[in-house]
């Protein structure tokens, strides 16, 4: 493991790790700063920040930040404070206060697996963009069929509708695998 042990302050970085990342002091994104570890992460506060863990992730206050861990969120010590922006964990997240008396919204997600869910959105992308690019080629195929009828087809359109079709039999294959794929991660 390649752990990073940084004794100050992280501002506005972007930080990736194998193993865990150690920050003394705290961390201040400045809305661009992002710390990736396959570890744990240890930090005093993390601060308008993308921060991503595929274990744990320990911290005495997150504030407007993006918290994603593939395990747990301990937030304790002083403050325990978690206000504004999104916190998610596959299995916990503690903390003394969560939220604000000024209404600042403050999202807590628990129990979902992160990998799961964001490989679940990329295939229902991909579903979506499959369907919109059969409906081009299905418009494609109606317009040279209706000119195939009335002979006005050349031999090298007749080639092209040929490989439109084939093509949209491989987009009906990859739809139907990924309909399998989206159908075993909805069970899960």
Request: hydrophobic content about 35%; aromatic content about 4%.
């Amino acid at each position: 493991m390649n752990d990073i042990e940084i004794n100050g302050v992280v501002e506005g970085a972007v930080i990736e790790s194998n193993g865990n990342i150690i920050v003394k002091r705290g961390i201040q994104g400045y809305h661009k700063g992002k710390l990736i570890s396959r570890g744990n992460i240890y930090t005093k506060f993390i601060e308008n920040s993308d921060i991503y863990a595929d274990l744990d992730i320990h911290a005495e206050a997150i504030m407007h930040s993006k918290v994603i861990s593939g395990n747990n969120i301990e937030v304790n010590g002083k403050k325990g404070l978690i206000v504004g922006g999104i916190c998610k964990a596959k299995n916990e997240i503690r903390a003394k206060t969560v939220g604000s008396p000024m209404g600042t919204v403050t999202v807590l997600e628990v129990g979902i697996d992160i990998q799961l869910k964001s490989k679940y959105t990329e295939i229902k992308n991909k579903i979506n963009e499959i369907k919109s690019n059969l409906e081009k080629l299905d418009k494609t195929i109606k317009l040279f069929t209706r000119l195939a009828k009335g002979n006005n087809l050349s031999d090298e359109k007749r080639k092209l509708l040929i490989k439109i079709i084939d093509s949209r039999k491989v987009l009906i294959n990859q739809l139907n695998d990924l309909k399998e794929q989206l159908s075993s991660i909805e069970e899960k």
